[in-house]
């Protein structure tokens, strides 16, 4: 198989599997890792036209609420938090910061149902804020004040050095061809603007225990699915600087990547507790650099 990234031919076969998320159909997808760059990527690739059926309306990440959904889980949330702040642990948040006191443009390309960007919205009332998800046809009614939401793609409308912030939480392994993405917005990004990244890490603990029932694996919806190390190397290669790289202390995925190994039909009711109670597990596999998802925050060179 030849890979889609560096388009190398000598690839790995890792595992076989169809959409058990979603359960949109049962057709069977391969998963191959490049020898050269050692990103993992999804055989057969399937088109953007493809793609649409396995993000039906009811696609969880459009509809469901992340807020905790009773007090035990609210009040340890809200303590872990507290702990988070207090003992300055939260980096983006931190780096986020640095933008303040400034108007900048954000865009959260790949937004979801839109939440993420509308608690910043309202914590960052002099930022302008963009939000794009291509699959989400709702995000166009979103709209509020200080944010604008789009479904069809604006970007090329926009101009360049015009985004201060440019957010990808959850998206790039959602793309066919990351690199041209990367490079599209790199030329919407200001001179002194930041990239910030959020995605899988093939390299995790969890990934190795669980195997094809890691949750991250997500078939067909993730193509590809990238480590910190390889991930870097693309975009030193694009030519950004890094800032930092940042490892998830939410055990969320840990978990959810049990429930499928037993084949649990419904979530347990205290869910967010279980969550909540195990991330101190997950602090540690931050510590070490093997949880399941991490951040790249990146600037572009100039």
Known sequence: MKCNLCESLETIFILSGSDSYMKVDKKKFDIYQCKNCKVTSLQPMPTQE????????????YTQDMSPNNTKSKNLTYFKNLIMKKLKMNNLERILERFSSKKINYLDYGCGNGKNIKQLSSKYSNWTFFGYDKFNKNIDNLKTKNVSFYSSNFLNNMPNDYFDVINLSSVIEHIIDPKNLILLLKKKLSKDGILIIKTPNFNSLSRKMFGQHWHNLDIPRHLHIFSDHNLEKILNELEFTKIKILYSRNSAVE???????FNLKKRPKIHNIIVNLLNPFTLILSLLKLSSTFTIIVKKEV
Do not use: G, T, W
Not at 255 to 261: E, G
């Open 50 to 61: 493809e793609l649409k059926k396995y993000y039906p309306s009811n696609y969880k990440v």
């Open 255 to 261: 978990v959810k990547s049990f429930y499928k190994l």
